[in-house]
Nanobody, 128 residues
Framework: DVQLQASGGGLVQAGGSLRLSCAVS????????IGWFRQAPGKEREGLSC????????YYADSVKGRFTISADNAKNTVYLQINSLEPEDTAVYYC?????????????????????WGKGTQVTVSS
């Protein structure tokens, strides 16, 4: 079974940093796209950053470029999202999700509507 579990959220002050972790099982990064999403109260879920296997460049939403960094540790079956310079507008529930299985040259659109598997979210709250 494909499973994902996000962790690492918390309450931080504006300007601070967090590293979110997504532990995955039941698949490998070679043929699944995996990414991070968030949903703030009253807003739609949005795609933040995704990786489409081991050889493709990462996708970043324009709103997070320069502040968010996605990475994967194959040995630990874990995907990370490093978030720097946190802003109150980053307050949301953060989710990791996976899309696949895919062909080797697949590149995800990183849309929440195409993801096949979702983990439970982790709350990030940024105080001003």
């Amino acid at each position: 079974d494909v499973q994902l579990q996000a962790s690492g959220g918390g309450l931080v002050q504006a300007g601070g940093s967090l590293r979110l972790s997504c532990a995955v099982s039941g698949f490998t990064f070679d043929n699944y796209a995996i990414g991070w999403f968030r949903q703030a109260p009253g807003k739609e879920r949005e795609g933040l950053s995704c990786i489409s296997g081991t050889d493709s460049p990462a996708y970043y939403a324009d709103s997070v470029k320069g502040r968010f960094t996605i990475s994967a540790d194959n040995a630990k079956n874990t995907v990370y999202l490093q978030i720097n310079s946190l802003e109150p507008e980053d307050t949301a529930v953060y989710y990791c999700a996976a899309e696949g299985p895919n062909s080797r040259d697949f590149y995800t659109t990183c849309s929440p509507f195409v993801m096949d598997y979702w983990g439970k979210g982790t709350q990030v709250t940024v105080s001003s």
